[in-house]
């Protein structure tokens, strides 16, 4: 009987530290592609800023990114940076094409 | 852009090499671009919404959604007995006249004391080659005679251009584009920024003020791109305060979800320039009040 508690015991000990060991290196794993994302996202908007065409939107998807990220919630930051990343790339096309399309708009003699 | 598309293929430009074609297209653009008349664009502009609203008359562009709207002009004349403004228009008066440390005045930095002068801005400065509008002038004044300089975007600033604004009402617009490269681009500048799409809805300026004044924009009636700044600083409700051209175009940015410039930034002063000069002959009707 005690070798059983003691083997049940052991078995029980080794999944905990199986499992504690997937979680830290889940952890790990996920604020390393947080920092990923977000250096995406991040340069991006720097090239969006460059081009003076930034969106709010991808400021307060930014500013979202890192607040997750304070509170260990990679899998709400990732999300996060990545639409941050998604808006900035779109205002960098926005930018990029209207530097021709903005005389479609134009009064003209 | 598109008669040079088509000229260039009757030139056969497509049998020419690739970098050699987009060079010729370079230089034709660059030399059509040249050619263009700010005058004849400043007319085209005006005729745009004469022909769009041929009931009203030149002068009541320059105020705004009322020259467009019956009812919300009745409220407005209604509200022009005790405007909201005034409170403002006497701070203004008064800070305007109070010296400074030095001993100086407002009034020694401008031509004509500073009376009856906001027609004539933005100016074009040739010394530093940039556009000075009448609030970088107040605050060049400012530090020029040892004073901090004040926020665009705050209500002293609105006071201090309500006033000089008050004191040139009914004079046309008379902002002057000189015989200068940098003039010229400065007021190209302003045109492009004036017509260029940004911010997540992907608005210009003019998809509101010129493609749809008159039009509600929820609460909001959009007013004509012509005689825009002819009225500012402005009392907004929407604001609860006084506002200021900068605070204006910040605004503006924000609502279609673009992240503001910073205010009297470079591109801000050329698109006051541009709007400004394509208003010429226009009277001031500021300080104003907006809904």
């Given amino acids: 009987m005690r070798r059983l508690s003691k083997t049940l015991l052991g078995i029980f000990w080794l999944l905990a530290s199986v499992a504690g060991a997937e979680r830290s290196a ?34 307060a998807a930014l500013a979202n990114a890192r607040k997750a990220a304070e509170k260990n919630d990679f899998d709400q930051a990732i999300a996060a940076a990545r639409e941050a ?3 900035a790339k779109a205002s960098i096309f926005q930018a990029t094409s209207e530097k021709d399309a903005w005389k479609n708009l134009e009064i003209r003699p | ?30 030399a059509v671009a040249g050619n263009v008349d700010p005058a004849a664009e400043a007319r085209a502009f005006r005729d745009y919404f004469f022909k769009k609203f041929p009931n ?27 405007p909201p403004y005034e409170f403002s228009l006497e701070a203004g008066k008064e800070m305007f006249a109070k010296p400074f440390a030095n001993g100086k005045h407002y ?21 530093s080659g940039k556009v000075v509008t009448l609030e970088l002038a107040l605050n060049e004044c400012r530090t020029a005679n040892g004073e901090k300089a004040i926020s665009y975007t705050g209500e002293d600033m609105a006071a201090l251009t309500a006033y000089m604004a008050f004191t ?28 260029t799409r940004r911010g997540q809805l992907n608005f210009s300026c003019a998809t509101c003020h010129v493609q749809n004044p008159g039009e509600r924009l929820r609460a909001e009636v959009l007013a004509p ?17 006084m506002g200021t051209i900068s605070r204006r175009f910040i605004t503006c940015n924000s609502q279609v979800r673009s992240v503001p410039l910073e205010p009297q930034s470079e591109e801000y002063r050329d698109l006051e320039y541009f709007l400004s000069y394509v208003s010429n002959g226009l009277p001031i009707s500021g300080p104003g009040s907006r809904p």
């Fill in chain 2, 168 to 195: 040139s009402r009914g004079k046309p617009f008379d902002v002057k584009l000189p015989d200068d490269a940098r003039a010229r681009e400065a007021y190209e500048n302003g045109k492009r920024y004036f017509y």
């Fill in chain 1, 85 to 87: 990343e998604v808006l």
């Fill in chain 1, 26 to 59: 889940f952890a790990a794993s996920s604020e390393a592609d947080f920092k990923q994302a977000y250096a995406a996202a991040d340069a991006a908007e720097k090239e969006a800023g460059r081009l003076r065409n930034r969106w709010l939107p991808t400021e």
């Fill in chain 2, 1 to 30: 852009m598109a008669r040079i598309g088509r000229a260039g293929s009757r030139l056969g430009v497509r049998s020419l090499s690739m970098p050699l074609a987009v060079l010729l297209l370079a230089i034709t653009q660059a």
């Fill in chain 2, 107 to 127: 009034a020694d930095c401008f031509p004509d004391q500073g009376i009856g002068i906001r027609q004539n801005y933005p100016q074009f400065d040739a010394a």
């Fill in chain 2, 225 to 241: 791109a012509l005689g825009i700044l002819n009225a500012m600083p402005i009392y907004r409700s929407d604001w609860g305060g």
């Fill in chain 2, 56 to 82: 009203v008359k030149a002068d009541d562009f320059a105020n705004g959604p009322y020259a467009l709207n019956e009812d919300m002009r009745r409220q407005w004349e209604e509200k022009e007995q005790f």
